[in-house]
T-cell receptor, first 112, second 113 residues
Framework: SQTIHQWPATLVQPVGSPLSLECTVE??????LYWYRQAAGRGLQLLFY??????ISSEVPQNLSASRPQDRQFILSSKKLLLSDSGFYLC???????????FGQGTRLTVV | AQKITQTQPGMFVQEKEAVTLDCTYD???????LFWYKQPSSGEMIFLIY??????QNATEGRYSLNFQKARKSANLVISASQLGDSAMYFC??????????FGTGTSLTVIP
């Protein structure tokens, strides 16, 4: 099975500061990769997904961007954080529509 | 557009009883996967069960079963013999052939001793 490494676990950042969250995958190659955001007590909002190196699809226009510089590396970034960017960010990996997605442990981001 | 609907924000069940969590979906794809995940208060996402759109039999995994009604586009999760450790958020998810992976808004399940 796959292992998803996601860090940091918690992050407190001031408004206007940059953001970089990294996710790496072990145990598979050429996975589909996903970034989700979860507001407190809410569902998972799909932010970005990638089917290959350099291929990024955005589901929701916003203050964030994503990049996939290597096959098993997925990065979520922002140049200037907003208060509304606070939430629980989850990275996930999947190898097809008929297989489950594996998740990292998540990053709790608080923008102050 | 793909959409997952979970209409029960919160559910309560007595310990050792069965509970059904509802999920309906909307897709125009013929091939897709349906999934249920559990999220305890720690935040980790735990995969529970999978149902393929072409599977004729309902999926089962231990105490979990998925009641799949394709014509009605529903994929309800049934948890039998509820345990206190089942208290968590439960998410229904769908992966159509377009590589996306969508989640519903979740149901908070509380098991009462």
């Amino acid at each position: 099975s796959q292992t998803i490494h996601q860090w940091p676990a918690t992050l407190v950042q001031p408004v206007g500061s940059p953001l970089s969250l990294e996710c790496t995958v072990e145990g598979t190659s050429n996975p589909n990769l996903y970034w989700y955001r979860q507001a407190a007590g809410r569902g998972l909002q799909l932010l970005f997904y990638s089917v290959g190196i350099g291929q990024i699809s955005s589901e929701v226009p916003q203050n964030l961007s994503a990049s996939r510089p290597q096959d098993r590396q997925f990065i979520l970034s922002s140049k200037k954080l907003l208060l509304s960017d606070s939430g629980f960010y989850l990275c996930a990996s999947c190898t097809g529509y008929n297989t489950e997605a594996f998740f990292g442990q998540g990053t709790r981001l608080t923008v102050v | 557009a793909q959409k997952i609907t979970q209409t029960q924000p919160g559910m309560f069940v007595q310990e050792k009883e069965a509970v059904t969590l509802d999920c309906t979906y909307d897709t125009s794809d013929q091939s897709y996967g349906l999934f249920w995940y559990k999220q305890p208060s720690s935040g980790e996402m735990i995969f529970l069960i999978y149902q393929g759109s072409y599977d004729e039999q309902n999926a089962t995994e231990g105490r979990y079963s998925l009641n799949f009604q394709k014509a009605r586009k529903s994929a309800n999760l049934v948890i039998s013999a509820s345990q206190l450790g089942d208290s968590a958020m439960y998410f229904c998810a769908m992966s159509p052939t377009g590589n996306q992976f969508y989640f519903g808004t979740g149901t908070s399940l509380t098991v009462i001793p």
